[in-house]
């Protein structure tokens, strides 16, 4: 008997410290990266606005002002507002024009909108194992739950 | 005191309390950092910013890709340089020049500079509070201080360093408690020889308070004594009376013999010594009786000159009167020489010429049978002058003894003043009397009897023939007695009473 409360025991640690250590590190890696993600399809998103705008205002030359940092602006002029350098990736810039842009950003989207449903997918997966995990340690550990809760199992 | 219960609380609470104690320090330090770190990065910002401002009024455009958001640029010129554009929160926003931009720069990192110092200070002040836990530890014993001292050396030289200085601190800190704890025997021992010091005090009051009570005991003695000294001396006063009285009495009886009235005096005077000696308080006032005495003298002198014509009234009333009179007249005179012995020996006074009298009272006594047998034969005579003789004995001693007498004397003081009139007038005519017949002074005195009894009794003798001439003897003695025993009280209590206020009457 003595021998076999030990192993439970260190069976124990062993499931808890998997849960603390692992699992739940690897949850919050998950929705980290989601959370970037969808900072980055807000980012597209005002600039299809930014982009509209200028459409419809339908002027070459622009006036604007630039941060130079800390809340400090100054003016700027831009001769030619019809053609728009846009980050495509990995640091790289193409030149399009308005209607270009638009059609890339809708594309770029849909394609960030694709992936942060994989992330919170996987984030659902990782969950389900800290879930079974509890699970497991309540049994080694002689803890019953209600009736209802088991029906729920089987089912 | 209170120092050493903190420090045995802590003690007690080392375990769980320094760990949690430690967390908690640990936790401000993290957030002091990261600000750190935060206003760090302001400032490198505002530094990178002014060197910009600085150089941007060089030129009168740049040509530059205007940012529009983080993704997207465009190709443009940076024109009216010297506007900057500030914004000043609130979604308000100034617009000057580089310079004046400049100095905004400056103010702000002022406020970074100080903002950095406290957190800095701060970080200090808790990275304090865990050595001070860690000293804690150590002093509880949970840790070696040999170990802890090796690891920390190998780490690094800095804590090494504070590590010793540490290490130095226990030896000291319980030397200090062995301080502490000889102070609080010392204080201890000055609590009580404070408590010394109270018992003491208690001491004292409660012997002065002894000492009070004693003190009380002792005046409600002297109260009681001086109580009784008084009623004493009111007694004395009492035979000071008596000793006038029978002085006055003497006197008379003198007559005009100067030896025989020196003596008399002379025996006064040493009765009224007597009397201060035992009443040792009392000394002032036997003397002003003595001189009121003087003043009596003096008058009773002056006096007998004017009375030569009152007696020839009186001789006249003897000559009707007979042979029943002189009787009355000699028992009244054995009543007074009885009186007078009894005084005498009283005061325990004994003197060559008191014995004399002594002597010759019972001489006087035998006389006065003789005389009377010689004169009448009749037994029944007789008889009757034994019972008076009797009577007279129980009326003197209830007299002197009593003190409800000299009550009512003082009641009656003024009608008795009228009395003393009287008898100072008695007297006088007793001296005149004796001068021209030239006898003997017992003789003497049995005329002087005469003259008063006859002038006080003139209607009794109608009524007592009578009564003699009558057979039976028994309702005739209690007739006489009632008659003798009832002026012989008054006469003498309005002399004692007499002699009193005249000396009141002499003094206002």
């Known amino acids: ?155 | 005191m209170a120092a050493v219960g903190k420090v045995k609380r802590s003690t007690r609470d080392l375990p769980r309390g320094v760990e949690r104690l430690k967390d908690e320090h640990r936790k401000v330090v993290k957030d002091c950092r990261s600000q750190i770190e935060h206003w760090e990065k302001v400032g490198k910002d505002y530094e990178s910013l002014q060197d910009r401002l600085r150089t941007l009024p060089d030129k009168l455009s740049y040509d530059i890709m205007v940012p529009f958001g983080p993704l997207a640029f465009m190709p443009g010129k940076l024109v009216h340089t010297n506007e900057v554009t500030v914004l000043l929160g609130d979604n308000w926003f100034a617009k000057c020049s580089a310079k004046q931009a400049d100095t905004l720069v400056e103010h702000r990192k002022k406020h970074v500079e100080n903002a950095l110092d406290d957190l800095q200070k701060v970080i200090k002040n808790f990275q304090n509070r865990a050595d001070f836990t860690d000293d804690l530890k150590k002093l509880s014993g949970e840790t070696g201080d040999y170990v802890d001292i090796r690891e920390e050396v190998v780490n690094e030289e800095e804590i090494t360093k504070g590590k010793h200085r540490l290490a130095h601190k226990p030896n000291s800190k319980p030397k200090q408690e062995y301080i502490l704890e000889l102070k609080d025997n010392k204080e201890k021992e000055d609590e009580e020889e404070e408590d010394d010091d109270d018992d003491e005090e208690r001491k004292a009051k409660v012997l002065s308070e002894e000492e009070l009570w004693a003190r009380l005991d002792e005046l409600e003695r002297q109260e009681e004594l001086q109580d009784q000294r008084f009623r004493l001396d009111s007694t004395d006063t009492n035979g000071e009376d008596t000793t006038s009285s029978s002085e006055e009495e003497k006197e008379a009886d003198g007559g005009s013999d100067v030896q025989v009235n020196g003596h008399q005096k002379e025996n006064g005077w040493k009765a009224s010594s007597l009397t201060a000696q035992m009443n040792g308080t009392n000394g002032s006032h036997p003397e002003e009786e003595e001189d009121d005495e003087d003043c009596e003298e003096e008058t009773d002198n002056g006096l007998p000159t004017i009375y030569f014509s009152h007696t020839v009234e009186f001789k006249k009333v003897r000559i009707n009167t007979g042979k029943n009179t002189t009787l009355k007249f000699s028992e009244r005179k054995e009543q007074k020489e009885q009186a007078k012995h009894k005084k005498k020996s009283g005061k325990s006074s004994g003197h060559s010429p008191l014995e004399s009298y002594k002597i010759t009272s019972p001489a006087d006594i035998y006389r006065v049978f003789v005389d009377l047998v010689n004169g009448e034969p009749i037994p029944r005579k007789s008889i009757l002058k034994s019972r008076s003789r009797e009577n007279s004995v129980c009326s003197d001693t209830s007299e002197s003894s009593t003190a409800d007498f000299e009550e009512r004397r003082a009641a009656f003081g003024r009608s008795w003043s009228h009395d003393d009139a009287t008898h100072s007038d008695t007297s006088d005519g007793i001296t005149e009397e004796d001068s021209p017949t030239g006898t003997s002074p017992h003789m003497n005195g049995r005329f002087e009897a005469f003259t008063g009894t006859v002038i006080e009794k003139d209607p009794l003798p109608c009524s007592i023939p009578h009564l003699t001439i009558a057979p039976p003897a028994l309702p005739t003695i209690p007739e006489r007695k009632l008659e003798e025993v009832v002026p012989d009280v008054p006469q003498e209590l309005p002399k004692r009473m007499s002699k009193f206020k005249a000396t009141r009457l002499h003094h206002k």
């Open chain 1, 1 to 155: 008997m003595t021998s076999g409360t030990s192993v439970i025991n260190d069976k124990v640690l062993q499931y808890e410290t998997f849960i603390s250590e692992v699992l739940r590190r690897d949850l919050q890696k998950v929705l980290e990266q989601r959370d970037a993600v969808y900072e980055k399809i807000a980012q597209y998103l005002q600039l299809k606005n930014t982009i509209q705008s200028i459409q419809e205002s339908g002027s070459k030359e622009l006036k604007t002002d630039v941060d130079l940092g800390c809340n400090f602006y100054v003016q700027a002029h831009v001769p030619d507002a019809s053609r728009i350098y846009v980050a495509v990736g990995y640091g790289f810039f193409v030149e399009f024009t308005h209607a270009e842009a638009l059609k890339f950003i809708e594309k770029k989207t849909n394609q960030l909108t694709e992936y942060t449903e994989v992330l919170t997918k996987d984030a659902a997966k990782i969950k389900a194992n800290i879930r079974m995990v509890l699970e497991g340690l309540r049994e080694l550990q002689g803890l019953k739950d209600l009736p209802e809760d088991r029906r729920r199992e089987v089912f």
